[in-house]
Nanobody, 126 residues
């Protein structure tokens, strides 16, 4: 069983900052990509940032230069540092990870699957 738990959302004024965290727990062999998505009311979910297992990052154009994704492999955790926040950044933010887990307890074979966090609300408003 793998679980992703997010934290760090909240209400912030325009121009402010927030740092989101997402920690994975359970029987984890390794983690490949770690991503952040967001979904605003009435809009489709969009990919905000990606960090690969090798540390390469990509960003949604509208957040480039303001958001930074990072990971701590020892803690199975991904972060999203959000600076210069704008009202249009208001959304529920979700983390997702591609995680390899043993096929069964004690197995040396594993399979990869995408796991999602529960989501955390970010509201940017004065």
């Amino acid at each position: 069983q793998v679980q992703l738990v997010e934290s760090g959302g909240g209400l912030v004024q325009p121009g402010g900052s927030l740092r989101l965290s997402c920690a994975a727990s359970g029987s984890i062999f390794s983690i490949n990509n770690m991503d952040w998505y967001r979904q605003a009311p009435g809009k489709e979910r969009e990919l905000v940032a990606v960090i690969t297992g090798g540390g390469r990052t990509t960003y949604l154009d509208s957040v480039k230069g303001r958001f930074t994704i990072s990971r701590d492999n020892a803690k199975n955790t991904v972060y999203l540092q959000m600076n210069s926040l704008k009202p249009e950044d208001t959304a529920v933010y979700y983390c997702t990870m591609t995680i390899g887990t043993p096929l069964y307890s004690g197995s040396a074979q594993y399979s990869f699957k995408d796991y999602w966090g529960q989501g955390t609300q970010v509201t940017v408003s004065s």
